[in-house]
């Protein structure tokens, strides 16, 4: 029994679910030589073709598949494009040896640090979800002076709008601190939208900074500068390979 065209070209990187849809409506794809139509099914030795190019699945998508870290600087939006025109994370990023580029977990316009990117979206998509429980690392700062009161109630849980929230670690990130605002290192296993402000919002205190130093295994580097990229090498990305199987 195969898997839904979609879902098979979506997984190798090649194409959101509705981008393939839309070629699917156009005439554009076909499984083993017959035009494709909604709903049809494949395997992963089909002879999937796009205007007759040949799009690779399976065993091959995941020995080309790469993995990227990029330093994401205050100011970008990790969508695709943005009605306001505000500049994109993709605008920075070099071209794929193939299929495309899927962001793995997004942040804020105004928070900065490590994004992930792969052309594997299968690995993206067990990566973000929650049954991972892969954690993530922020450095933030606070306006204000949160006591320990405070920090034990962000530890213990708050709830939330979309249901109950927590850290699973604070630390404080002195000696950066100063009257007006306090600096933590902070871990969460979660990836809930804007989840870290609205922790501390929470319990009283505003976000003026934010940025993610780590993705589950995978540290932002020292030297990567705001705005620059890097790709991982075999071994980092095999690292995340066994996260997203694990």
Not at 66 to 80: I, N
Not at 115 to 141: C, I, N
Not at 200 to 220: C, H, K, N, T
């Amino acid at each position: 029994m195969g898997e839904r065209v979609q879902k098979l070209l979506a997984a190798a990187g090649h194409g959101s679910r509705r981008q393939i849809e839309q070629w699917i409506r156009s005439g554009r794809l076909t499984i083993n030589g017959r035009v494709a139509t909604l709903g049809a099914q494949g395997a992963e030795d089909a002879d999937i073709r796009l205007d007759g190019r040949p799009l690779a699945l399976g065993a091959l998508a995941a020995s080309t598949r790469e993995v990227l870290l990029y330093h994401k600087p205050a100011g970008e939006v990790t969508t695709r494009s943005d009605p306001a025109g505000r500049p994109t994370v993709f605008e920075r990023l070099p071209a794929p040896q193939r299929g495309r580029w899927v962001v793995i977990g997004r942040l804020d316009v105004n928070t900065t640090g490590l994004l992930l990117f792969t052309t594997d979206g299968a690995l993206a998509h067990h990566l973000m979800h929650p049954s991972s429980q892969l954690e993530r690392e922020y450095l933030v700062r606070v306006r204000g002076r949160p006591d320990e009161a405070v920090l034990d109630r962000l530890k213990a849980g708050v709830t939330l709008e979309d249901g109950p929230a927590r850290f699973d670690r604070i630390e404080p990130a002195a000696p950066r601190d100063s009257r007006a605002h306090t600096w933590f290192r902070v871990v969460l296993h979660e990836g809930r939208n804007r989840e870290v402000r609205r922790l501390w919002q929470a319990v009283g205190f505003e976000v003026s900074r934010l940025s993610r130093l780590r993705y589950g295994p995978i540290g932002l580097p020292a030297d990567l500068r705001p705005g620059q990229w890097r790709h991982l090498g075999e071994a980092e990305a095999a690292r995340l390979g066994t996260q997203a199987s694990s």
